[in-house]
């Protein structure tokens, strides 16, 4: 693949001439140091420290968090640059691995931590000598926040932690998880949303344990299972008020699916332009496929749907970066952009043949890590009831 970073076929009149610059020297970062070993890293289920100092050096991990905390405090479409270049390596586990790191296990701390919690978390996360991983899903809880069961019981100034998580992204290597537990019980008249509280929990401290779970997608991103049995952390590992944990996922929420959204853009159209060129380079009734009309105009449509969603998604990172609670919007982006590189996925795997079959083809992996973006960060099922309840239930 070039470095050079060719504009889409439709501008985006979000972005300037700066984030294009941008894009250029991240393409280039990421074809040179991170592309080369990505097929590796999805084989071991796992990234090494190396990447992650290495994008903490080129300043890739902080994008959106303030320069106090280490961060570089860009404006939303540098991160909407970077995720759609994130997307565009092809490579699910890489991707959504980096995007959790930024964009949801550091997040919570930049914008709720304490000075403490940020000197000693964040700043380390963003030089990449540290790795985030969120932990909210459990055995029997994923969007139904009211169903979470894991505890933190006070004892002096411990918070004593009990509980399961399931499906944490970074899981097998981050050095600590994010995670949600109950700070309260609870009472006639009160939401069982009102006692939820973020807090810090190590990886090495005693009572955690950690076990793989084996994933058929995103594998570079260690998807783990996380058991908490009497995990003892300071009280000062809390994330801003205790039983305001409900709030700060709802807000953080909205950015975990429109980075999913982003990546998935990027994603589709790494993946079109890959099957163009295989399109290209075969020949077939004295034509090439990408000749036969049939097939260039099943292209053309996918390319226009790709477009109309890019614009979409960029839309909805404009209404974000001035509400932060854009539930709408961001529900939005990430249903169509993850159900269209979903069908992206499944339609280029067909145009490639049998060679698409393949367990190693890049075109299988990418079905497999396409169908496992339209369940993360809320089903699409899940997005459809959110916008059904916006566009009509509220309206009467």
Known sequence: MTTQAAPSPVRSPYLTPEHDAFR?????????????????????????????????????????????????????????????????????????????????????????????????????????????????????????????????REEGDDLVVDGEKRFVVNGGFADFFVTAVRTGSPTAGRSAHQDLSLLVVERDRAGVTVRPNDCAA?????????????????????????????????????????????????????????????????????????????????MADLLTELEATRQLVHHAAWSYARDPLSITACSMAKLKATELSRTVAEECQRLYGAEGFCEDAAVARAVQDARAATVAAGASEVMRDIIAQAGYDERG
């Open 24 to 152: 250029h020297s991240v393409r280039a970062f990421l074809q040179q140091r991170i592309a080369p070993h990505a097929a590796e890293w999805e084989r071991g289920r796992t990234m090494p420290r190396s990447a992650w100092r290495a994008l903490g050096a080129e300043g890739l991990l902080g994008l959106n968090h303030p320069v106090s905390a280490g961060g570089s405090g860009k404006d939303i479409f540098h991160s909407v640059v970077f995720l759609e270049e994130l997307g565009r390596l092809g490579f699910g586990g890489v991707r959504f691995a980096v995007a959790l790191h930024s964009y949801m296990g550091t997040s919570y701390l930049a914008a709720d931590g304490s000075a403490e919690l940020r000197e000693r978390f964040l700043r380390p996360a963003v030089a990449g000598e540290l790795v985030a991983a969120l932990a909210i899903t459990e055995p029997q809880a994923g969007s139904d926040l009211a169903r979470l069961a894991s505890t933190a």
């Open 218 to 298: 995103w594998r570079a991103s260690a998807v783990a299972d996380v058991g908490l049995r009497g995990v003892r952390v300071p009280r000062t590992h809390l994330i801003g008020r205790r039983n305001s944990g409900f709030i700060q996922i709802m807000k953080n929420m909205q950015l975990e699916r429109l980075a999913a959204g982003i990546t998935a853009v990027g994603a589709a159209e790494e993946c079109l332009e890959a099957t163009w060129r295989h399109l290209k380079g075969r020949e077939a009734f004295e034509s090439t496929l990408s000749g036969k009309q049939a097939v260039r105009h099943r």
